[in-house]
Nanobody, 124 residues
Framework: QVQLVESGGGLVQAGGSLRLSCAAS????????MGWFRQAPGKEREFVAA????????DYADSVKGRFTISRDSAKNTVYLQMNSLKPEDTAVYYC?????????????????WGQGTQVTVSS
């Protein structure tokens, strides 16, 4: 099990950028594939991006492809989500999640460990 703590959320104007970080505790981070999800008010939690254990494979929701980039730094036990060209519809609480597997998953069901979330608000 890993403990996950997100940071980097905030208020930004449309077209702006933010970088979210997710710091993991524990020595098992390197065995985890990681994902980012988000949940807007009144909506279901949805997949945003994911990265494999080694960082060699990534995947993105169609709505963020070309604008968001997921990466990981195993030396720092941290996964990042660089968000560019933000839109008001990106407003949500963003969560990072981990699953102890070499491969990532798109469904939230497959993730065992979750952070507390960080709020991202994009104004128009």
């Amino acid at each position: 099990q890993v403990q996950l703590v997100e940071s980097g959320g905030g208020l930004v104007q449309a077209g702006g950028s933010l970088r979210l970080s997710c710091a993991a505790s524990g020595r098992t981070f390197s065995t985890y594939a990681m994902g980012w999800f988000r949940q807007a008010p009144g909506k279901e939690r949805e997949f945003v991006a994911a990265i494999s254990r080694t960082g060699g494979s990534t995947d993105y929701a169609d709505s963020v492809k070309g604008r968001f980039t997921i990466s990981r730094d195993s030396a720092k036990n941290t996964v990042y989500l660089q968000m560019n060209s933000l839109k008001p519809e990106d407003t949500a609480v963003y969560y990072c999640a981990g699953r102890q597997s070499s491969t990532y998953a798109i469904g939230s069901f497959w993730y065992d460990d979750w952070g507390q979330g960080t709020q991202v608000t994009v104004s128009s």
